[in-house]
């Protein structure tokens, strides 16, 4: 009677046992995204904020002492080269008290009156600008670090931040030698090129970007680099789902990806994202269709 | 006691009484999910102000470990400290031992780190918090809306009601009404205007601050009375902001509009975002302080509700989300369940073995009385009623008939001996004294040894301590009381049935299969007893089946603290570090939950969408039915597989109270050298871990990444300040260009509208573009790139620190499906480490060294006290049996019902694919006093018949036979009355199930055993004394 009783208790522990062994899990195939490596121009990017100015412009000031008499051009006149703007009369006897007429050197409009009828003005006051407003200049300070790399002659894009679509060919008129210790940049003049184009207003500050080449290079995604024994490694496809681990040399950040020195060619497939981490002899399951964009 | 029998009434009023207090005292027992002890966690958040976290480190932070490590509250210490030393704050997490007082843990850290911080700058001390630390905490929800209103209007109507509700709650650790709708006014400053007036973003806070504060002037007195001089604020409305002059002053007038567009609108600022059934909803959320009972709490906030209710218009409506007083009471009312069907089993044994209703009653009586006499001593011992102690009452309504069928058969045996005589009542009076006396020392005796088990409890520590305690508490109070009660109360009653003349005769319903079923045990046993072939075949089996299972089967039980109780929450999550914004994050999350709707529509209420950040977010999802739970976790685990992109993490969720640690199947810790070479060991073995794919997850604390920063380095001259920009305005005008700077905040409409300075250019999401940002300088626009060498550069390694030493913590991680493998799991990494290490220079002693700790440190040392109770318990009913029987080997027999029980334990807990956990070494301690009282029966009238001098075999078969009743009685009583926590019956019974199953798999095989091997054994001692004898 016993041993039934112990039978079956042994025989429901092997069943037990059999159970728990069976641990056959359904093979898990990792999803990985993919990119292809690819040859890019080394770009190096140049961003500064630029001032849209009035090439011809011109400050008068006064050059005698006296009265404002009479404003002939009001505030946004436009006026010839020679025109009379203001007259002035002289307070000193020894020149009779007469109207001297002060003209704009410059063909433009009256941008700024800095005085007023009848205001008495000392030598040397500001009068008025005149500005021309058809011809326009931009003005851009340099980072010192930035200068071996600028030079007249180089062409960019200025942009607003405001009108994100208008973007304007620009080009680097002169480059200022001297660098000012205060501020550890160069002033430098630029001017539009597309002189067709609607020009934005003086006084506008944009950016001007500009990229200079400086060859070709390989850039990789942060998200696809692995380390092992910490040197950096990317996993490269290899036939049509498996993968391969290939040390890489890396150049320096942009952003979130990096230079690569050596190690990927042209052309390679690697993994930037997957679905769990990957173990040697997994099969890829590679999703179509979705490819990280390359920078 | 003479007098006390006789007195039917007095007795029945004096217990009446008591149950009533009992009632009353149960009533007032608090309801939690679990036992109130807990394990305080208090942390502590240090900013390191213009200090690098090394310098923070050696300024402050190793006096100040070492302070925080010798903190104790009362008697009970730190139990682990853990630091994190990061680049603007130090985060210190004080974990005490169990049981520790919050409120005093919580003051004693404040006033330790405010003493060590009385003399530090005052930007790190005006960051400094301290506060209570928990990492899954329940918490209260409830979402308000009407048809009628807009959110913002809503939000207007309620919050002015709501706030001051919160010192109504005695329990809430944070309460508060959250609104999507939050608003915000922004300053988007236009950084070329900036430049081009040359106003630093300094400057404009200045101004907006000054314009929308008002100050005073003083007192002045004037004749009799004091004068309050008052500069009132200049700005008091959104309108007036744009008035507010920016420019210095003797410079030409600029405005806040010359320079930015002023916006009032949803914040910006808003990174976490909650959502019910898909729409956003005013939210009150609640969560209880350390210690705080949550039920009450939700209880609270919710009768206040009712209250305010009333106030509010008619078309406010709330909905409750998330109310773990709900989840509490129906957990607690399962186990009460439990109880009474418990209760209801053995009444049924009993009416089978004994067939008389009333005399059934007689016996059943003691359960409700003593039970309810146990809630008086539970309410002066401080408990609460929660899954545990309700637990330990479940248990013993089985056990706590016993006394009571012993009293009674005791008596109904003496009266039969003088059937047919008629008594008188002073006759009766006696016989049932005598009648008592004789089994009052036994049942005493049994009940002491069923209760001593429980006494090396008292000895453990920690969390064995807090989570058993209850339960062991429990039982003494109901079983221990249900023995006195039995010698009181059964007699009482039979006197006053027996002095009214009423036949106590009684046969069994199943009398006629009770006699078949002892002819057959007298037939096997007295074959047994004459066959050695099959003797020697069981007791060798037997014996080789015990350390069989021990090495085979122990091993391979999955090991848990302690059970959690099903819940009706289903959690799904979303990881991804590829996302940037809230808005992507909100997007996937409202895929999500199109998906979820299709595929659980039928089986939800509704759900509740929380989102973290852009990286992190999930959904809860109310489920219809909580049977269902697990079907549905496998189901979405199914449905929600990991892509590229994103992660997703299944869960159920209960709002439990308790933090029950969750350990990982792997830990290992990197500790010393330079911190560099720390991280590079750390991520070569995350990286080989991860390779390998022994675990599901890998964690490193604090990262495994090498992790960079954007450095801004002015180039000042020669030490002083740059003349273009301070560094002070450099880095106030990068956070208005990135994060965004609150500046003030004005009232409209008694709304708070907090002010934020932000960019007005695009987003920021290149290096060059940062560098690109324009500064205004005599006219000049000088890019930020001149001023500062912007770059991305590596990062310090953050410092963690545990128990004052610098570690990087490695932990491996098992889903549930594969926890049956951890052992050969951890072999492996052990393996992997090994090899590892041996490749590693030896003659480097810069090098950090690696050392594999014990994982599960907590569950283990648990698992080891419970061991050790066993072993004392075993002791003990030992001794228990040495002082009753005066006999050694006597008592040894009685003690092999033990092992039998063992067996029983380890095949059921397999069999039923159940855990070693805290409540199955308690259902084996709980077994050894069961078990040793079968065998005691046996051994004691067998011993008793062959001093009577009958042979050996004779007293063996008769005294077994004799004894077959009382111990399938008792045994059955027990077993059916744990049955239903065996199965596992209800959410609640889930916790205690491991228990059940070890108690009942253990007392039925030990029973079945006991009944043969034990008379077997003492047959052959006997027979082997009479031959030696002869």
Same mark, same amino acid.
């Given at each position: 009677m016993k041993h039934v009783l112990l039978l079956t208790f042994m025989s429901v522990t092997n069943l037990a046992f059999a159970a728990s062994s069976d641990s056959a899990k359904p093979v898990d195939h990792p999803k990985v995204l993919l990119e292809e490596i690819k040859t890019l121009d080394d770009k190096k990017r140049i961003i500064v904020p630029v001032k849209v100015e009035a090439k011809i412009q011109s400050l008068v000031s006064a050059d005698i002492e006296g009265h404002?008499?009479?404003?002939?051009?009001?505030?946004?006149?436009?006026?010839?080269?020679?025109?009379?703007?203001?007259?002035?009369e002289n307070k000193d006897p020894g020149f009779t008290y007469a109207a001297v007429p002060v003209r704009s050197p410059v063909a433009g409009v009256v941008s700024q009156i800095w005085? *007023?009828?009848? @205001?008495k003005v000392s030598r040397g006051d500001k009068l008025f600008t005149v500005i021309n407003p058809k011809t326009l200049k931009l003005s851009a300070e340099f980072p010192s670090s930035d200068l071996y790399s600028v030079s007249s002659g180089l062409t960019g894009e200025f942009k607003v931040d405001s009108s994100r679509d208008l973007k304007l060919a620009i080009r680097v008129v002169g480059v200022s030698p001297l660098v000012d210790a205060r501020t550890g940049t160069a002033s430098a003049e630029l001017e539009f090129t597309d002189t067709q184009a609607i020009l934005p207003q003086i006084g506008t500050i944009g950016q001007a970007t500009f990229e200079i080449?400086?060859?070709?290079?390989?850039?990789?995604?942060?998200?696809?680099?692995?380390?092992?024994?910490?040197?950096?490694?990317?996993?490269?496809?290899?036939?049509?789902?498996?993968? *391969?681990?290939? @040390?890489v040399v890396l150049g320096e950040q942009r952003d979130s990806s990096y230079v690569v020195k050596s190690g990927v060619a042209m052309g390679e497939k690697i993994v930037v994202r997957s679905s769990r981490p990957l173990k040697e002899g997994d099969v890829l399951d590679i999703e179509a269709n979705k490819t990280e964009k390359t920078q | 006691m003479n007098h006390l029998y006789t007195r039917p009434l007095r007795v029945y009023v004096i217990l009446g009484a008591l149950a009533l207090w009992g009632i009353f005292s149960g009533l007032q027992l608090p309801i939690s999910l679990f036992p109130n002890s807990s394990q305080i966690t208090i942390a502590t958040n240090i900013p390191t102000g213009s200090l690098s976290s090394q310098q923070f480190f050696e300024t402050y932070g190793r006096e100040l470990e070492a302070g925080l490590q010798g903190l104790k509250i009362d008697s009970t210490s730190v139990k682990e400290l853990r630091a994190e030393y990061q680049n603007q704050n130090t985060l210190y997490r004080i974990t005490f031992e169990w049981g520790a007082d919050p409120e005093?843990?919580?003051?004693?850290?404040?006033?330790?780190?405010?003493?060590?911080f009385s003399s530090a700058s005052d930007e790190i001390r005006r960051g400094i918090w301290v506060q209570s630390w928990s990492e899954n905490r329940g918490f209260f929800a409830v979402s308000f809306y009407s048809p009628m209103r807009s959110l913002d209007d809503l939000y207007q109507t309620l919050e002015p009601s709501i706030t001051p509700v919160r010192s109504q709650i005695d329990d809430a650790g944070s309460f508060g009404l959250w609104n999507p709708n939050r608003k915000e006014i922004t300053i988007s400053l236009i950084p070329e205007k900036l430049a081009q007036y040359e106003i630093s973003t300094v400057q404009v806070q200045r101004e907006i601050q000054s314009a929308v504060v008002g100050l005073t002037g003083g007192t002045l007195r004037l004749g009799e009375k004091d004068y309050l001089i008052d500069l009132p604020k200049n700005v008091d409305n959104f309108a007036m902001l744009s008035q507010i002059r920016v420019s210095p002053r003797g410079k030409a007038a600029i405005f806040l509009k010359d320079?930015?567009?002023?916006?009032?609108?949803?914040?910006?600022?808003?990174?976490?975002?909650?959502?019910?059934?898909?729409?956003?909803?005013?939210?009150?959320?609640?969560?209880?302080?350390?210690?705080?009972?949550?039920?009450?709490?939700?209880?609270?906030?919710?009768?206040?509700?009712?209250?305010?209710?009333?106030?509010?218009?008619?078309?406010?409506?709330?909905?409750?989300?998330?109310?773990?007083?709900?989840?509490?009471?129906?957990?607690?009312?399962?186990?009460?369940?439990?109880?009474?069907?418990?209760?209801?089993?053995?009444?049924?044994?009993?009416?089978?073995?004994?067939?008389?209703?009333?005399?059934?009653?007689?016996?059943?009586?003691?359960?409700?009385?003593?039970?309810?006499?146990?809630?008086?001593?539970?309410?002066?011992?401080?408990?609460?009623?929660?899954?545990?102690?309700?637990?330990?009452?479940?248990?013993?309504?089985?056990?706590?008939?016993?006394?009571s069928v012993v009293v009674l058969e005791n008596i109904i045996r003496h009266f039969e001996h003088l059937k047919g005589k008629v008594l008188s009542y002073q006759e009766k009076v006696a016989l049932v004294i005598k009648a008592v006396a004789e089994v009052r020392t036994p049942i005493i005796a049994s009940t002491l040894a069923s209760l001593v088990v429980f006494f090396p409890l008292i000895f453990t520590q920690g969390l064995t301590h807090s989570l058993l305690g209850d339960l062991a508490k429990a039982v003494i109070f109901s079983h221990g009381l249900s023995a006195i009660v039995a010698l009181i109360l059964v007699p009482t009653i039979r006197l006053q049935l027996l002095s009214m003349g009423q036949n106590l005769e009684s046969h069994s319903p199943i009398e006629g299969l009770l006699r078949k079923l002892e002819s057959f045990y007298g037939r096997t046993l007295e074959g047994f007893l004459s066959n050695k072939k099959w003797q020697a075949i069981v007791f060798g089996s037997v014996t080789l089946l015990l350390p069989v299972l021990v090495v085979l089967v122990l091993p391979r039980l999955e090991k848990e603290v302690i059970g959690k109780p099903d819940s009706d929450w289903l959690l799904v999550g979303i990881n991804s570090p590829a996302f940037s914004t809230v808005k992507q994050m909100e997007s996937e999350l409202d895929n999500l939950e199109d998906s979820i709707t299709k595929n659980f529509?039928?089986?939800?209420?509704?759900?509740?969408?929380?989102?973290?950040?852009?990286?992190?977010?999930?959904?809860?999802?109310?489920?219809?039915?909580?049977?269902?739970?697990?079907?549905?976790?496998?189901?979405?685990?199914?449905?929600?597989?990991?892509?590229?992109?994103?992660?997703?993490?299944?869960?159920?969720?209960?709002?439990?109270?308790?933090?029950?640690?969750?350990?990982?199947?792997?830990?290992?810790?990197?500790?010393?050298?330079?911190?560099?070479?720390?991280l590079q060991a750390a991520q070569d073995i995350h990286a080989l871990l991860t390779e390998k794919g022994i675990f599901d997850k890998v964690q490193v604390t604090p990262t495994a990444d090498k992790e960079k920063e954007i450095r801004v380095q002015p180039f000042f001259n020669s030490g002083s300040e740059s003349e273009v920009l301070s560094k002070e305005e450099l880095s106030h005008y990068l956070r208005v260009a990135t994060d965004g700077v609150y500046a003030e905040r004005i009232f409209q409409k008694q709304q708070e509208l907090p002010i934020y300075l932000r960019s007005a250019s695009d987003e920021v999401t290149s290096v060059d573009q940062l560098k690109a940002f324009p500064v205004g300088f005599e006219g000049r626009l000088i890019p930020l790139g001149a001023l500062a060498q912007i770059s991305l550069e590596d990062r310090a390694p953050r410092i963690y620190r545990e128990d004052q030493k610098s570690l990087i913590l490695i932990r491996g991680r098992l889903n549930k499906a594969q926890l049956k493998f951890t052992k050969e799991r951890q072999a492996q990494a052990s393996e992997a480490i090994r090899e590892f290490k041996s490749?590693?220079?030896?003659?480097?002693?810069?090098?950090?060294?690696?050392?594999?700790?014990?994982?599960?440190?907590?569950?283990?040392?648990?698992?080891?006290?419970?061991?050790?109770?066993?072993?004392?318990s075993i002791a003990l009913v030992f001794l228990t049996m040495v002082i009753q029987l005066g006999d050694i080997v006597h008592s040894l027999l009685v003690l092999v019902a033990i092992p039998l029980g063992f067996i029983g334990v380890l095949v059921s807990l397999f069999v039923f694919r159940s855990t070693l956990s805290l409540n199955s070494g308690l259902g084996t301690i709980l077994l050894n006093g069961i078990a040793v009282a079968n065998s005691i029966i046996l051994v004691d009238f067998i011993r008793k018949l062959h001093q009577e001098g009958k042979s050996a075999k004779v007293a063996t078969v008769e005294a077994s036979l004799a004894r077959l009743r009382p111990i399938l009685m008792t045994s059955l009583t027990t077993v059916l009355g744990m049955l239903p926590i065996a199965l596992g019956f209800g959410e609640g019974g889930k916790i205690l199930q491991p228990l059940g199953i070890a108690v009942c798999g253990g007392l039925w095989v030990s029973m079945l055993l006991t009944l043969y091997i034990v008379p077997a054994l003492q047959y052959l001692y006997l027979a082997r004394k009479e031959n030696k004898s002869v």
């Amino acid at each position: 009677m016993k041993h039934v009783l112990l039978l079956t208790f042994m025989s429901v522990t092997n069943l037990a046992f059999a159970a728990s062994s069976d641990s056959a899990k359904p093979v898990d195939h990792p999803k990985v995204l993919l990119e292809e490596i690819k040859t890019l121009d080394d770009k190096k990017r140049i961003i500064v904020p630029v001032k849209v100015e009035a090439k011809i412009q011109s400050l008068v000031s006064a050059d005698i002492e006296g009265h404002v008499t009479k404003i002939l051009k009001p505030l946004g006149s436009t006026v010839k080269a020679g025109e009379t703007i203001l007259f002035l009369e002289n307070k000193d006897p020894g020149f009779t008290y007469a109207a001297v007429p002060v003209r704009s050197p410059v063909a433009g409009v009256v941008s700024q009156i800095w005085t *007023s009828q009848m @205001a008495k003005v000392s030598r040397g006051d500001k009068l008025f600008t005149v500005i021309n407003p058809k011809t326009l200049k931009l003005s851009a300070e340099f980072p010192s670090s930035d200068l071996y790399s600028v030079s007249s002659g180089l062409t960019g894009e200025f942009k607003v931040d405001s009108s994100r679509d208008l973007k304007l060919a620009i080009r680097v008129v002169g480059v200022s030698p001297l660098v000012d210790a205060r501020t550890g940049t160069a002033s430098a003049e630029l001017e539009f090129t597309d002189t067709q184009a609607i020009l934005p207003q003086i006084g506008t500050i944009g950016q001007a970007t500009f990229e200079i080449n400086q060859g070709s290079i390989i850039m990789i995604p942060e998200a696809s680099l692995v380390f092992q024994d910490g040197k950096p490694m990317v996993r490269v496809l290899k036939g049509k789902n498996e993968f *391969s681990k290939k @040390a890489v040399v890396l150049g320096e950040q942009r952003d979130s990806s990096y230079v690569v020195k050596s190690g990927v060619a042209m052309g390679e497939k690697i993994v930037v994202r997957s679905s769990r981490p990957l173990k040697e002899g997994d099969v890829l399951d590679i999703e179509a269709n979705k490819t990280e964009k390359t920078q | 006691m003479n007098h006390l029998y006789t007195r039917p009434l007095r007795v029945y009023v004096i217990l009446g009484a008591l149950a009533l207090w009992g009632i009353f005292s149960g009533l007032q027992l608090p309801i939690s999910l679990f036992p109130n002890s807990s394990q305080i966690t208090i942390a502590t958040n240090i900013p390191t102000g213009s200090l690098s976290s090394q310098q923070f480190f050696e300024t402050y932070g190793r006096e100040l470990e070492a302070g925080l490590q010798g903190l104790k509250i009362d008697s009970t210490s730190v139990k682990e400290l853990r630091a994190e030393y990061q680049n603007q704050n130090t985060l210190y997490r004080i974990t005490f031992e169990w049981g520790a007082d919050p409120e005093k843990s919580l003051l004693e850290v404040k006033n330790l780190v405010n003493t060590r911080f009385s003399s530090a700058s005052d930007e790190i001390r005006r960051g400094i918090w301290v506060q209570s630390w928990s990492e899954n905490r329940g918490f209260f929800a409830v979402s308000f809306y009407s048809p009628m209103r807009s959110l913002d209007d809503l939000y207007q109507t309620l919050e002015p009601s709501i706030t001051p509700v919160r010192s109504q709650i005695d329990d809430a650790g944070s309460f508060g009404l959250w609104n999507p709708n939050r608003k915000e006014i922004t300053i988007s400053l236009i950084p070329e205007k900036l430049a081009q007036y040359e106003i630093s973003t300094v400057q404009v806070q200045r101004e907006i601050q000054s314009a929308v504060v008002g100050l005073t002037g003083g007192t002045l007195r004037l004749g009799e009375k004091d004068y309050l001089i008052d500069l009132p604020k200049n700005v008091d409305n959104f309108a007036m902001l744009s008035q507010i002059r920016v420019s210095p002053r003797g410079k030409a007038a600029i405005f806040l509009k010359d320079i930015a567009k002023i916006t009032s609108g949803i914040s910006r600022d808003s990174r976490q975002k909650f959502k019910t059934s898909g729409v956003d909803s005013l939210i009150l959320f609640a969560s209880p302080k350390e210690g705080g009972n949550i039920k009450k709490m939700a209880d609270q906030i919710l009768q206040q509700l009712e209250i305010l209710r009333k106030q509010w218009p008619a078309d406010v409506e709330f909905k409750i989300l998330v109310n773990p007083s709900e989840f509490i009471n129906s957990s607690v009312l399962s186990v009460v369940h439990e109880v009474f069907l418990a209760a209801f089993l053995a009444v049924i044994v009993l009416f089978i073995f004994i067939g008389s209703f009333k005399n059934v009653v007689t016996a059943a009586i003691e359960i409700p009385i003593s039970l309810l006499m146990a809630f008086i001593l539970m309410r002066l011992a401080g408990m609460n009623l929660n899954l545990i102690s309700l637990g330990g009452l479940a248990l013993s309504a089985g056990m706590n008939v016993d006394a009571s069928v012993v009293v009674l058969e005791n008596i109904i045996r003496h009266f039969e001996h003088l059937k047919g005589k008629v008594l008188s009542y002073q006759e009766k009076v006696a016989l049932v004294i005598k009648a008592v006396a004789e089994v009052r020392t036994p049942i005493i005796a049994s009940t002491l040894a069923s209760l001593v088990v429980f006494f090396p409890l008292i000895f453990t520590q920690g969390l064995t301590h807090s989570l058993l305690g209850d339960l062991a508490k429990a039982v003494i109070f109901s079983h221990g009381l249900s023995a006195i009660v039995a010698l009181i109360l059964v007699p009482t009653i039979r006197l006053q049935l027996l002095s009214m003349g009423q036949n106590l005769e009684s046969h069994s319903p199943i009398e006629g299969l009770l006699r078949k079923l002892e002819s057959f045990y007298g037939r096997t046993l007295e074959g047994f007893l004459s066959n050695k072939k099959w003797q020697a075949i069981v007791f060798g089996s037997v014996t080789l089946l015990l350390p069989v299972l021990v090495v085979l089967v122990l091993p391979r039980l999955e090991k848990e603290v302690i059970g959690k109780p099903d819940s009706d929450w289903l959690l799904v999550g979303i990881n991804s570090p590829a996302f940037s914004t809230v808005k992507q994050m909100e997007s996937e999350l409202d895929n999500l939950e199109d998906s979820i709707t299709k595929n659980f529509g039928d089986e939800m209420l509704y759900t509740f969408t929380q989102i973290e950040s852009a990286h992190d977010g999930n959904i809860m999802i109310r489920m219809k039915h909580k049977d269902k739970i697990a079907a549905m976790v496998e189901k979405a685990e199914e449905t929600y597989k990991n892509t590229p992109t994103l992660s997703y993490w299944v869960e159920s969720w209960n709002p439990s109270e308790l933090s029950i640690p969750d350990p990982p199947q792997f830990r290992l810790e990197v500790v010393g050298g330079e911190p560099v070479k720390r991280l590079q060991a750390a991520q070569d073995i995350h990286a080989l871990l991860t390779e390998k794919g022994i675990f599901d997850k890998v964690q490193v604390t604090p990262t495994a990444d090498k992790e960079k920063e954007i450095r801004v380095q002015p180039f000042f001259n020669s030490g002083s300040e740059s003349e273009v920009l301070s560094k002070e305005e450099l880095s106030h005008y990068l956070r208005v260009a990135t994060d965004g700077v609150y500046a003030e905040r004005i009232f409209q409409k008694q709304q708070e509208l907090p002010i934020y300075l932000r960019s007005a250019s695009d987003e920021v999401t290149s290096v060059d573009q940062l560098k690109a940002f324009p500064v205004g300088f005599e006219g000049r626009l000088i890019p930020l790139g001149a001023l500062a060498q912007i770059s991305l550069e590596d990062r310090a390694p953050r410092i963690y620190r545990e128990d004052q030493k610098s570690l990087i913590l490695i932990r491996g991680r098992l889903n549930k499906a594969q926890l049956k493998f951890t052992k050969e799991r951890q072999a492996q990494a052990s393996e992997a480490i090994r090899e590892f290490k041996s490749k590693r220079p030896t003659d480097n002693t810069d090098l950090p060294s690696i050392v594999e700790v014990q994982a599960d440190k907590d569950l283990q040392q648990s698992l080891d006290q419970l061991k050790w109770a066993v072993a004392i318990s075993i002791a003990l009913v030992f001794l228990t049996m040495v002082i009753q029987l005066g006999d050694i080997v006597h008592s040894l027999l009685v003690l092999v019902a033990i092992p039998l029980g063992f067996i029983g334990v380890l095949v059921s807990l397999f069999v039923f694919r159940s855990t070693l956990s805290l409540n199955s070494g308690l259902g084996t301690i709980l077994l050894n006093g069961i078990a040793v009282a079968n065998s005691i029966i046996l051994v004691d009238f067998i011993r008793k018949l062959h001093q009577e001098g009958k042979s050996a075999k004779v007293a063996t078969v008769e005294a077994s036979l004799a004894r077959l009743r009382p111990i399938l009685m008792t045994s059955l009583t027990t077993v059916l009355g744990m049955l239903p926590i065996a199965l596992g019956f209800g959410e609640g019974g889930k916790i205690l199930q491991p228990l059940g199953i070890a108690v009942c798999g253990g007392l039925w095989v030990s029973m079945l055993l006991t009944l043969y091997i034990v008379p077997a054994l003492q047959y052959l001692y006997l027979a082997r004394k009479e031959n030696k004898s002869v």
